[in-house]
C-alpha cells in the first residue's frame, strides 16, 4: 500500500488546511518537537511551552478526526532531534513512497527542505500554507525593482485587491485609507483595559519535561497558569473578546504605553495569528464586519486592519525579497553588545525596565514598546542589530522570522539603509514622555541632556543625528531635526557628544 508522509511545522497548526479535509489510511501526518528548533537561538520559556503545547493539541485534534499522526516528543529517545535525520527514520519505518511538506515562512527552514526533499529518490512536493493573502513574491512584483518599499501603496493595493473596507465605488469606506492622525493619543488611564480574556493552562508537567530534555531558555515559564491559545477555538474567542472590548478604543490608543496596563487595546492575537491556528482572514472579516454593523468606529477598524492586511503581509514580502542576507545587514556598522539588563530588566531606565520587564513576564510587549522604547534606545546606543535581530528573535511569543527580521533589522534598526522606513525610528526623551507615564518617578529626568541624571535618550538623540549627518542630512523627513541640530552652538554640540560617549561607556550602569 502507497504511504506518504506530510510534516506539519510547529507553526503550521491550521487545522483547517485542506490536509485535513479528509482521513485517508495512505497519510501519515507527523509533528515533530526538536532541539534543531529549540536550540537555533535563545528562546522564552513561554514560547516553547506555547508551541509544544499547541502541536501537541493539533495532534490530538486529528487523531480525533480519523487521522494517522506520529508525533515526536521532545524526550522520546527515538527522537533524533533535527528534522532530516528524523525524516529519514520516518520514511524508511513507514516505508513511505512519498513525501510532502508545507511552503515555511523562515528562509532557512526553506533551503533545509528543499535541499531535503532534493536528495530523495521518492517524489517530494511542496504545498501552500494556506494561509497568508499574498504569495511570498507579491510585494515585490507590486513594488517592481522600486529601492524604497513605502507600505501605504501596498496596503492600499490589498485592500482594493481583497475588496476590503471598501465601498461599491472602489474607493476606500469614509472617503479616507488612512485614520493614523486620529490614532495617536496617549492614554489618559481611562477606559480601563479590558479585563485579560485568554484562559489558563496549567503546562507544568510539559515545562518539566522540556527543562529535563535540557533545553536553554530565558523569561518566566508561567506554566501552572499559562495564558496563550492553544488552538482555533480558543484563539477565536480572544478574537471575540477583543472585538467586544477592546476594539472600539484601539485606534485611538495604539501607540499609548502604560506602566499600568501592559495590554492597554491590543489584540495579543500575533501568537495565534503565526502559528496559523488562526487566519488572517477570519480576523480581517470580523472586525470589518464589527464596523459595518455600528458596533466599532471606522478609525479603529481600519487601524486593526492596517496591521494585518497592510504591515503583515508586507513585512513578509520584504522578508522573502531580501533573504538571504538580509539578517547581516547593518548600514551604521553598529556593533556593541547587548547590556545584561535585556536579560533581566535591571535598569534604573524606567521605560527599559518596564518595556524589557514585560517582555520577560509575558513573551510580550506591544508595538510601541517594542519599536519607540527598546528598538529606539538600542539604535541610538549603537547595539549590534544582529544581536538584538537574535534577542527579539527569541524573547516574543510571535517572534519567526519572517516577522521578526524586517520588524528588527529594517524598521527599529534602519541597518538596511532605509528599504522599510522612509526614516529612523528614533525620539529623545519627549516622545516617551507624551506617550507613556514611564518618565514620571524614573530615575532620570526627562528634560536634561547634560549631567549624571540626564536622561540618556536626549544626548544619545542628538549625537545620533550629528553623527549620521552624512548618511541622514539629505532626507526631507528629517529637515527639522536638522534645522535644530544646527541652531545649536559649538559648545552645545560639544557637550552632547561628550555626554553621549559616556553614556554608551556605561551601558550596563544605566
Ligand atoms: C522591533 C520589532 C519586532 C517585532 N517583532 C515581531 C514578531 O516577531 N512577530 C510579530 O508578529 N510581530 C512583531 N512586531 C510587530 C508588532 O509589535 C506585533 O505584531 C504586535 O505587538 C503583536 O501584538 P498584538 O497581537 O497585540 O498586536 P495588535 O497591536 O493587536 O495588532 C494586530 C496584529 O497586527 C499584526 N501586526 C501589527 N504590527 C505589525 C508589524 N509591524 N509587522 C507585522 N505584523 C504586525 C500582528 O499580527 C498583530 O497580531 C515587531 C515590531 C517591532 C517594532
Ligand atoms: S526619563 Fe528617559 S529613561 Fe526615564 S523613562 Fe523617560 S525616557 Fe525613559
Not at 457 to 475: K, M, P
Amino acid at each position: 500500500m502507497s504511504k506518504t508522509l506530510k510534516l506539519i511545522l510547529g507553526d503550521q497548526l491550521n487545522c483547517r488546511h485542506s490536509w485535513f479535509a479528509q482521513p485517508s489510511p495512505d497519510v501519515v501526518f507527523v509533528l515533530m518537537e526538536v532541539r534543531q528548533e529549540t536550540d537555533y537561538v535563545l528562546h522564552h520559556a513561554q514560547k516553547i511551552i506555547a508551541i509544544f503545547a499547541a502541536m501537541r493539541d493539533l495532534a490530538r485534534r486529528l487523531r480525533a478526526a480519523g487521522h494517522s499522526v506520529h508525533y515526536l516528543t521532545i524526550d522520546d529517545p527515538d527522537n533524533r532531534q533535527s528534522l532530516p535525520a528524523n525524516l529519514d527514520r520516518l520514511l524508511a519505518h513507514y516505508e513511505a513512497d512519498a513525501f510532502a511538506w508545507q511552503a515555511p515562512d523562515e528562509w532557512r527552514l526553506d533551503r533545509q527542505l528543499a535541499d531535503y526533499a532534493a536528495g530523495l529518490s521518492i517524489p517530494a512536493g511542496m504545498d501552500d500554507s494556506e494561509h497568508f493573502y499574498a504569495g511570498r513574491h507579491e510585494a515585490a512584483q507590486f513594488f517592481n525593482a522600486r529601492a524604497a518599499w513605502v507600505m501605504e501603496p501596498f496596503y492600499r493595493h490589498m485592500r482594493k485587491r481583497h475588496g476590503v473596507l471598501m465601498t461599491g465605488n472602489a474607493a476606500p469606506a469614509g472617503g479616507q485609507w488612512n485614520f493614523d492622525h486620529d490614532n495617536r493619543e496617549a492614554w489618559p488611564g481611562q477606559p480601563w483595559e479590558p479585563a485579560d480574556p485568554r484562559g489558563r493552562h496549567d503546562h507544568s508537567a510539559l515545562w518539566r519535561t522540556i527543562e529535563a530534555a535540557g533545553v536553554r531558555s530565558f523569561g518566566q515559564p508561567q506554566a501552572d497558569h499559562f495564558a496563550w491559545p492553544l488552538n482555533r477555538e480558543e484563539a477565536l474567542q480572544q478574537l471575540e473578546h477583543f472585538v467586544r472590548d477592546a476594539l472600539p478604543h484601539f485606534g485611538r490608543y495604539q501607540d499609548a504605553m502604560s506602566l499600568r496596563a501592559w495590554r492597554l487595546f491590543h489584540s495579543l492575537l500575533s501568537f495565534a495569528l503565526n502559528t496559523k491556528m488562526l487566519d488572517p482572514r477570519t480576523v480581517v472579516e470580523r472586525v470589518e464586519a464589527a464596523w459595518r454593523d455600528g458596533a466599532v468606529p471606522l478609525e479603529s477598524a481600519e487601524g486593526y486592519i492596517r496591521q494585518i492586511l497592510g504591515w503583515r503581509e508586507y513585512v513578509r514580502g520584504v522578508y522573502w525579497h531580501r533573504m538571504p542576507g538580509y539578517d547581516r545587514l547593518n548600514a551604521f556598522g553598529h556593533e556593541t553588545a547587548l547590556p545584561h539588563w535585556f536579560w533581566s530588566g535591571d535598569t534604573r531606565m524606567r521605560c527599559l525596565a518596564t518595556a524589557i520587564g514585560q517582555s520577560l513576564q509575558h513573551a510580550h510587549s506591544h508595538h510601541i514598546n517594542r519599536l519607540m522604547v527598546i528598538g529606539n534606545f538600542a539604535l541610538l546606543a549603537g547595539l549590534s542589530p544582529q544581536e538584538l535581530h537574535q534577542w527579539y528573535l527569541g524573547i516574543y511569543i510571535d517572534a519567526f522570522e519572517w516577522v521578526e527580521l524586517p520588524n528588527t533589522l529594517g524598521m527599529s534598526q534602519y541597518a538596511d539603509g532605509g528599504q522599510l522606513a522612509t526614516k529612523p525610528y528614533v525620539s529623545s526623551a519627549a516622545y516617551i514622555d507624551r506617550m507613556s507615564d514611564y518618565c514620571k518617578g524614573c530615575h532620570y529626568q526627562k528634560k536634561l541632556r547634560i549631567g549624571e541624571r540626564a536622561c540618556p535618550y536626549n544626548a544619545l538623540y542628538w549625537d545620533f543625528f550629528a553623527r549620521n549627518e552624512q548618511r541622514l542630512g539629505g532626507n526631507h523627513r528629517l529637515g527639522m531635526v536638522y534645522r535644530q541640530l544646527h541652531r545649536m552652538s559649538d559648545a552645545d554640540r560639544q557637550a552632547l557628544q561628550e555626554q553621549a560617549a559616556a553614556t554608551r561607556a556605561r551601558l550596563a550602569d544605566l
